[in-house]
């Protein structure tokens, strides 16, 4: 009883100690000078007007890197992040089945953990991806398997699907594939 009094007493006067007016002398002042000329991409993006109207947002809110992905790579980036937090939270669900897990703690495992993270960047790069989608970033994927010389070669294309407004179809822009 008397180590809790002594603890709750020693909170109590650490607390007030720290809410206590200090004198003047005591508090220090700095002030520092930035040239006006330092160019902050942060603080450049600050002072932007985020705000759109309309059903979706211009890509300039996904930052500087995400917003010059084409949809389609922020896309299987989604898949891949939602395919990782679905298999660690599986395999952390077995190693949980086996005998004594819970009193060993052995089916806590660092990286099913860092899987686990995933879920929400699949979250927030299927939105990435879907604005992109909306503003005319769209590039799709696709595979091509090859044989050359009794080789087999998967070859990723990559091909735009920009509407050339070709509907008699002797454009000479619209792409042929």
């Known amino acids: ?12 006067i650490a607390l007030s100690a720290a809410f206590a ?14 040239p006006s000329s330092a160019s902050f991409t942060s603080l450049n993006m600050a002072s932007e007007d985020m705000t759109w109207e309309g059903e979706y947002p211009p890509s300039k809110v996904l930052g500087p890197l995400m917003s010059k992905m084409p949809s389609g790579l922020l896309g299987m980036i989604s898949i891949l992040c ?5 298999y660690s939270i599986a395999q952390s669900g077995a190693l949980q089945q086996e005998p004594g897990a819970f009193e060993n703690g052995s089916w ?14 699949a979250w927030g790069t299927h939105v990435a991806s879907w604005i992109q989608r909306k503003n005319g970033m769209n590039v799709q994927y696709g595979m091509v398997m090859m044989r050359h010389h009794g080789m087999d070669f998967a070859v990723v294309v990559t091909w735009s699907t920009v509407d050339y407004d070709c509907d008699d179809g002797d454009c ?3 792409p042929r594939f």
């Open 1 to 12: 009883m008397a180590k809790l009094t002594f603890f709750i007493l020693s909170a109590i």
């Open 21 to 34: 007016p200090m004198p003047r002398a005591a508090i220090a002042t700095t002030t520092t000078i930035m």
């Open 82 to 86: 939602a395919g990782a937090c679905v």
């Open 108 to 121: 806590v495992k660092w990286y099913y953990i860092l899987g686990s993270f995933g879920g929400p960047l």
């Open 172 to 174: 000479k822009r619209c």
